[in-house]
Nanobody, 116 residues
Framework: QVQLVESGGGLVQPGGSLRLSCAAS????????LGWYRQAPGKQREFVAS???????NYADSMKGRFTISRDNAKNMVYLQMDSLKPEDTAVYYC??????????WGQGTQVTVSS
């Protein structure tokens, strides 16, 4: 019932910035939470940030102060602004959506590589 498509990944130097975008299909009333996870090679998928339709946000501790999540409810879009990027931020970043009944959906992922 929901499809998610990420974009905006790429190669960036340490200290640089990227903005990721995720477009969600379907009715906005079917989606409560939109957020981001990431998975580095050889690592488990980890939570990055999320934002509810009402505006409540959550961040992983390591992301606070560097990453900012924003959301456009009318356009069914969620964004992740990433600043002061470090090599350890290199990962595939996945968009995640949850309904009010906690049905969960995932995007295909977008690669972020931080390297000099």
């Amino acid at each position: 019932q929901v499809q998610l498509v990420e974009s905006g990944g790429g190669l960036v130097q340490p200290g640089g910035s990227l903005r990721l975008s995720c477009a969600a299909s379907g009715s906005p009333f079917f989606i409560n939470t939109l957020g981001w996870y990431r998975q580095a090679p050889g690592k488990q998928r980890e939570f990055v940030a999320s934002r509810t339709r009402s505006g409540s946000t959550n961040y992983a501790d390591s992301m606070k102060g560097r990453f900012t999540i924003s959301r456009d409810n009318a356009k069914n879009m969620v964004y992740l602004q990433m600043d002061s990027l470090k090599p350890e931020d290199t990962a595939v970043y996945y968009c995640n959506a949850r309904s009010p009944e906690r049905n969960e959906f995932w995007g295909q992922g977008t690669q972020v590589t931080v390297s000099s």
